[in-house]
């Protein structure tokens, strides 16, 4: 059989979801994808034990030039609708920070979960498979392969973003939707380290590991989580999380000392009460050692507490609270979680996820220009909208 209801391109989060929704809907589904194992992503997130859902997702935690894109699919499929999923096949959620709920020891029972649902449902799924032209017109969807020609009567872009190209990642679904006439928001790596320029690079080098909790800033983001520093810059969730905000050129603001109220005001107190300490040896007891140590050495500090001048303590407060830094760039697509930008959603319905005008041909997942906070949010939006756009086919 060579005819199909609906072809789902793209074997991860969404287009499985998609697939086994529309299946069970009835459908005779094919899904293809290009690699030779599925859900590859899956695999790979949450440092191997799947952060599958956020329960707090809400519209709030998407960038997208299109912010009310998502209400409608996330209220119709829930984080509660998947983890209804995962406990019916025995999988028990582990929530490792409020509202995150990740595997407990590896990703792989989501991928098996997901398959085992799509042979229940009846997809066929065919990888390996690289589709060479597409062509969607008012009487059906043709695919060209190496092997031949595929039919169906709907046509389902899943084939995500553009990040991390070794697990597959292309940009066949913007090739597609410009063929059709939708616009490409630009692409950008989000939810990525960023590079630093000498001297800074070098520095962070030297303490490479060392994390600790902070609040970054960049443009209108602001996180309140933990710093990495590593030997090409900057990471860890706060930095990763900024990321989603920074463009070329933009200063990135580092409160290093997030739990201190008002650091000024807690020098002078400690200037008052040990006027022989020093304010290196204070820093050593509220932030990692190694830190501590370069922190001295960046702010040239030297002496005992009763040398500094309330001028010079407040200076010192504001360069460790409000510490700014350039970054050069960031680790690119090679480590990016997520693309932010792709499809504009304006010319795609935010129910059926068909494009304006062209009944036949459906856009899902990352591909398009939704993009969330870490925290599960993404796989999310990918379960969401798979089966928002499955109960359309
Ligand atoms: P996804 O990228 O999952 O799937 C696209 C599929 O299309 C792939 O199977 C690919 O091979 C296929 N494909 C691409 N081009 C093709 C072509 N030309 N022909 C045929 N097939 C093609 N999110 C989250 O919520 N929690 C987390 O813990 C993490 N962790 C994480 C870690 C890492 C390292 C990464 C890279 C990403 C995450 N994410 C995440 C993000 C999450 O993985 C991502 O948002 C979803 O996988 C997106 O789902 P999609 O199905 O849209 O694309």
């Not at 929530?95 to 009846?122: H, N, R, Y």
């Amino acid at each position: 059989m060579n005819h199909w209801d609906v072809v789902v391109i793209g074997a991860g989060a969404a287009g499985m979801m998609c697939a086994l929704q529309a299946g069970y809907r009835g459908k005779r589904v094919l899904l293809i994808d290009h690699v030779k194992r599925p859900g590859k992503k899956i695999l790979m997130s949450g440092g191997g034990r799947c952060n599958f859902t956020n329960m707090a997702t809400a519209p709030g935690h998407f960038f997208s030039r299109n912010p009310h894109f998502t209400i409608s699919a996330l209220k119709r499929y829930t984080p509660n609708d998947f983890v209804e999923m995962v406990e019916r096949h025995g999988i028990e959620p582990i929530e490792k920070a409020p509202g995150q709920l990740f595997c407990a020891d590896s990703s792989q029972p989501i991928v098996d979960m997901l398959l085992t649902e799509c042979q229940w449902a009846g997809v066929e799924l065919r990888l390996s498979t690289s589709i060479e032209h597409v062509d969607v017109s008012d009487d059906g969807v043709t695919l060209s392969s190496a092997t031949g020609q595929v039919l169906a009567d709907k046509l389902v872009v899943a084939t995500g973003g553009l990040s991390i190209p070794t697990l597959g990642a292309t940009g066949f679904a913007y090739d597609v939707a410009r063929k059709y006439g939708l616009e490409i928001i630009t692409p950008r790596p989000a939810l990525v380290p960023l590079t630093l320029d000498m001297p800074w690079k070098e520095r962070m080098s030297a303490l490479s590991g060392v994390s600790t909790p902070t609040v970054v800033q960049c443009r209108e983001g602001r996180y309140r989580d933990a710093t990495l520093l590593t030997h090409r810059g900057l990471s860890g969730p706060a930095i990763l999380q900024a990321s989603s905000h920074w463009q070329g050129g933009d200063e990135v603001h580092i409160n290093w000392l997030p739990d201190v109220n008002d650091l000024f005001a807690t020098l002078k107190g400690v200037r008052q009460d040990a006027p022989k300490r020093t304010l290196g040896g204070w820093l050593g007891e509220h932030l990692p050692k190694r830190l501590a140590q370069s922190m001295e050495e960046w702010l040239g500090l030297s002496g005992v507490m009763a040398d500094y001048s309330n001028q010079r303590l407040e200076a010192l407060a504001d360069q460790i609270t409000d510490f700014t830094i350039k970054p050069a760039g960031t680790e690119g697509w090679r480590t990016a979680e997520v693309t932010i930008g792709g499809i504009d959603t304006r010319a795609v319905s935010s129910k059926s996820f068909a494009v304006q005008g062209r009944p036949r041909l459906h856009f899902i997942g990352e591909a398009l220009d939704v993009t969330g906070q870490l925290g599960g949010f993404n796989f999310q939006w990918a379960w969401a909208s798979g089966y928002a756009c499955a109960q359309a086919l």
